[in-house]
């Protein structure tokens, strides 16, 4: 059977404590579906993420992380997005020269009212990471049938 047919990612999320992770909770209480895929970590702030915790984690075999935080202007702690933001366009070029394709790390502003909209994003990411395949850059083998997901022949 072929593998990538019945690839379901794993992704993580790094969550904002006062917008996203209540807009996660909001999705919950409001039962709007959205893949089961993804792991929440909640953070003070989007400011706070180390890219180290992304790298990491990609290199840990997940097949796609989320980062979201505060709408720019909106942040709690006046300044938090922005400096994620800035941290995240940085991260993209590492990511590039270890071989992660980038498109693995997606980057959303979820605000607390907007449990609709984060349900829509997580489906999003994930409709997107089955389409990369899986993670196979640290990966001691990599199946023949995934090969092509990943740039290669097969």
Known sequence: MNECLDFEPKIVAFLCNWC?????DLAGIGRFQYP??????RVPCSGRINPLFIVKA?????????????HPGDCHYLQGNYIAR???TL???LLSSMGLWEG???????????GQRFAEVVSEVTQKIR???PNTAFAKEIPAACACAE???A
């Open 20 to 24: 996203s992770y209540a807009g996660a």
């Open 36 to 41: 089961p895929n993804i792991r929440v970590i």
């Open 58 to 70: 990609l290199v840990s075999g997940v097949d796609g992380v989320l980062v979201s935080g505060c």
């Open 86 to 88: 800035r941290k995240f």
């Open 91 to 93: 991260l993209k070029e």
């Open 104 to 114: 693995r790390v997606h980057f959303s502003w979820v605000s607390a009212a907007e």
């Open 131 to 133: 389409l990369v395949g």
């Open 151 to 153: 740039g290669g022949a």
